[in-house]
């Protein structure tokens, strides 16, 4: 199993970036993707997930709408764009695969396969 995020990067207060996942060898007939991302000295924050089933995405509290997680079943891809990035959102983010059940926890201990993350930076 590999998961291999790309598309962090540094970017100006108020930017956009466009994080991907592309992920391979999933043991899974129906799935979940999560994004998860982690500043030092914190625990990894889930931000969003989705299901390969029928598309159902959910998202943690604090998204506001700057997140819009989408799938390419076909591709194997998930995609974050991430709109107006703030110097908060600075951190390392992950993508993750587990069975469809972890769609809507978003618990990072539901889920099985991680991939090595991607780092995004905003600067002020």
């Known amino acids: 199993v590999q998961l291999v995020e790309s598309g962090g990067g540094l970017v100006q207060a108020g930017g956009s970036l466009r994080l991907s996942c592309a992920a391979s060898?999933?043991?899974?007939?129906?799935?979940?993707i999560a994004w998860f991302r982690q500043v030092p000295g914190k625990e990894r924050e889930g931000i969003s997930s989705?299901?390969?089933?029928?598309?159902?995405?959910y998202y943690a509290d604090f998204v506001t709408g700057r997140f819009i997680i989408s799938i390419d079943v076909y591709k194997k891809r998930e995609y974050l764009p991430i709109n107006n990035l703030q110097p908060e959102d600075t951190a390392v983010y992950y993508c993750?695969?587990?069975?469809?059940?972890?769609?809507?926890?978003?618990?990072?201990?539901?889920?099985?396969?991680w991939g090595q993350g991607t780092q995004v930076t905003v600067s002020s």
């Open positions: 989705i299901s390969s089933a029928d598309g159902s995405a």
């Open positions: 993750t695969a587990g069975t469809s059940l972890a769609s809507q926890a978003m618990s990072v201990a539901l889920f099985d396969y």
């Open positions: 060898g999933l043991p899974y007939d129906v799935y979940a």
